[in-house]
Nanobody
Framework: QVHLVESGGGLVQAGGSLRLSCAAS????????MGWFRQAPGKEREFVGY????????ETADSVKGRFTISRDNAKNTVYLQMNILKPEDTAVYYC?????????????????WGQGTQVSVSS
């Protein structure tokens, strides 16, 4: 079973950048589709983006398109979320997730393995 740990969260001013990392252990992530989700207080968990097993295909939510980029380094067993031009509405706990399925990658229910999350706070 794969174990995921996110890092890189913190407090940043609007317009700033952060890079989140998701380090995996237990199994290689090369066999997993990897997703990023976020959850703000009082809101449902929201899709941010996903990346295919090889890294050749990515998709991001409209709310972050053009500002957030997902990448992966299978040799390092790590997935990244580069977040630029951050806005206060990006404030949330960010989670990475792993799935052996390739269908419906925007849905949280597709993913069987989750990290504990890392807090991102953006001040105005």
């Amino acid at each position: 079973q794969v174990h995921l740990v996110e890092s890189g969260g913190g407090l940043v001013q609007a317009g700033g950048s952060l890079r989140l990392s998701c380090a995996a252990s237990g199994r290689t992530i090369s066999s997993y589709v990897m997703g990023w989700f976020r959850q703000a207080p009082g809101k449902e968990r929201e899709f941010v983006g996903y990346i295919s097993r090889s890294g050749g295909s990515t998709e991001t939510a409209d709310s972050v398109k053009g500002r957030f980029t997902i990448s992966r380094d299978n040799a390092k067993n790590t997935v990244y979320l580069q977040m630029n031009i951050l806005k206060p509405e990006d404030t949330a706990v960010y989670y990475c997730a792993a799935s052996t399925l390739v269908v419906l990658p925007t849905r949280p229910t597709t993913y069987a393995h989750w990290g504990q999350g890392t807090q991102v706070s953006v001040s105005s």
